[in-house]
């Protein structure tokens, strides 16, 4: 049974910082690309990042470039996302996802995903 664990959520100010985790289970997580996404009250949910199978290859929606980091430990079977300079809109709840082969921002692509976690960014 393939498990993904988030975690590292809570409220920050604006200009803040966290860094989130997802702990992967049931799966061998090196076949997988792993993927961040989000979603705000009252939106639909959207690709914040990804990462690819070796962690050689990052992508980032415009919004977060420069400001949040993708990574990966396939030791640990665990994706991170590391948020800084945080601002209100960043405000949502974020999931892990996981993907067999190719890296990809398109959610339907995506077989497995965490509960989420939530992300408050005060103003």
């Known amino acids: 049974q393939v498990q993904l664990v988030e975690s590292g959520g809570g409220l920050v100010q604006t200009g803040g910082s966290l860094r989130l985790s997802c702990v992967a289970s049931?799966?061998?997580?090196?076949?997988?690309?792993m993927g961040w996404f989000r979603q705000a009250p009252g939106k639909e949910r959207e690709f914040v990042a990804t990462i690819s199978r070796n962690g050689g290859i990052t992508t980032y929606t415009n919004s977060v470039k420069g400001r949040f980091t993708i990574s990966r430990d396939n030791a640990k079977n665990t994706v991170y996302l590391q948020m800084n300079s945080l601002k209100p809109e960043d405000t949502a709840v974020y999931f892990c996802?996981?993907?067999?082969?190719?890296?990809?921002?398109?959610?339907?692509?995506?077989?497995?995903w965490g509960q989420g976690t939530q992300v408050t960014v005060s103003s």
């Open positions: 049931g799966l061998t997580f090196s076949s997988y690309s």
């Open positions: 996802a996981a993907k067999l082969g190719i890296s990809s921002s398109q959610e339907y692509e995506y077989a497995y």
